[in-house]
């Protein structure tokens, strides 16, 4: 059986953080080549740059949560849209509002500098 668009963009997502990881760790071959990856006007790199970024900053790495839960948790508005090329692609999965109550991240959450990393619910 196939999988879904989502489950398959799940998937990929995990998939982007864990190279990320090994390219942090070991030096290995980031996700994307390097001139996309810093090219702040590439839309899909971006966007995911700073899903990771939001991430690991708040704290859902060390909580144990799963990189695909946290960017379903991370409305289509966040950061002016920046995921929205991602999603659209499939690098990353789309919003899912069951999964953001579950977790009690609240819209506008993981905007850079909203809220501090004591606020979190998951620690």
Same mark, same amino acid.
């Given at each position: !059986?196939?999988?879904? =668009?989502?489950e398959s963009a799940c998937i990929k997502a995990n998939e982007l953080e864990y190279k990320f990881l090994e390219h942090l760790k070991y030096h290995y071959q980031l996700p994307f080549p ?6 702040? $006007?590439? =839309? ?9 970024? *939001?991430?690991?900053? $708040? ?5 144990? !949560? #799963?990189?695909?839960?946290?960017? *379903?948790? &991370? ?6 849209? %920046?995921?929205?090329?991602? #999603?659209? &692609? ?11 109550? =579950?977790? =009690? ?10 809220? %501090?990393?004591? %606020?979190?619910?998951?620690?």
């Amino acid at each position: !059986m196939p999988l879904s =668009k989502q489950e398959s963009a799940c998937i990929k997502a995990n998939e982007l953080e864990y190279k990320f990881l090994e390219h942090l760790k070991y030096h290995y071959q980031l996700p994307f080549p390097l001139e996309e990856w810093n090219d702040p $006007k590439n =839309k899909i790199t971006y966007g995911i740059r700073l899903a990771l970024g *939001q991430y690991y900053q $708040k704290g859902a790495c060390a909580a144990g !949560m #799963r990189f695909s839960d946290f960017v *379903q948790c &991370l409305s289509s508005d966040f950061c002016g849209g %920046s995921l929205r090329a991602a #999603r659209e &692609l499939g690098y990353l999965p789309e919003y899912r509002r069951t999964l953001a109550k =579950k977790y =009690k991240i609240q819209r506008g959450y993981a905007n850079p500098s909203e809220y %501090s990393r004591s %606020s979190l619910v998951f620690e």
